[in-house]
């Protein structure tokens, strides 16, 4: 029994061991068009064979028939935005890593700026219409009431003079 478990701790070290070696990375992610690159490192000191790709639930698919040791290969897919379960296996061992596909903190920053550009230019727009628009305003006169109190006045006074003339003529 001790040898048992012993030969099936030495063959699951090797294992455990690849399973850390074996890197999946998520290169580029474009959330508007869905576009993904995902790079699988090998950084096994031996070669791997027959390496197949798993994303989520799909199918798995042969991505190279021999991956050399401290080489590189990279699968571009169109995956909608989530967090996905990507599977690699091979003769030799298995890896997975959840890989979240979501826009890139760079890639909202440039968002945000594009918005604030946008918003800048809206309000200088603004701005630009509001001065032409007062500097293109109809000019109204202002009335001035002093003029009617003055000659209302002047029409009273003449008026008050004419019924006393008129009054001593009597």
């Known amino acids: 029994m001790k040898k048992i478990i012993l030969l099936l701790i030495l063959t699951l ?8 070696n074996l890197d999946i990375s998520l290169v580029e992610y474009n959330s508007e068009t869905n576009y993904a690159r995902i790079q699988i490192s090998n950084n096994l000191e ?3 064979h027959n390496v197949k790709f798993q994303l989520g639930e799909f199918p798995e698919t042969i991505i190279a028939p021999t991956l050399k040791s401290g ?23 298995t890896a997975s890593k959840e890989i979240p596909f979501q826009s890139s903190f760079k890639e909202k920053i440039e968002e945000y700026e594009k918005e604030q550009i946008e918003k800048k230019r809206t309000v200088q727009i603004e701005k630009v219409i509001e001065q032409e ?26 008026a008050i003079i004419a019924y006393i003339l008129i009054k001593r003529k009597r």
């Open 13 to 20: 070290i090797p294992l455990v061991i690849a399973q850390g």
């Open 46 to 48: 031996q070669d791997i």
């Open 133 to 158: 628009l007062e500097k293109n305003k109809p000019i109204v006169e202002k009335k001035s009431y002093k003029n009617y109190i003055i000659a209302v006045t002047i029409i009273l006074i003449i």
């Open 71 to 93: 080489a590189a290969t990279t699968r571009v897919l169109n995956v909608p935005a989530g967090i996905y379960k990507i599977t690699i296996t091979s003769d030799e061992t």
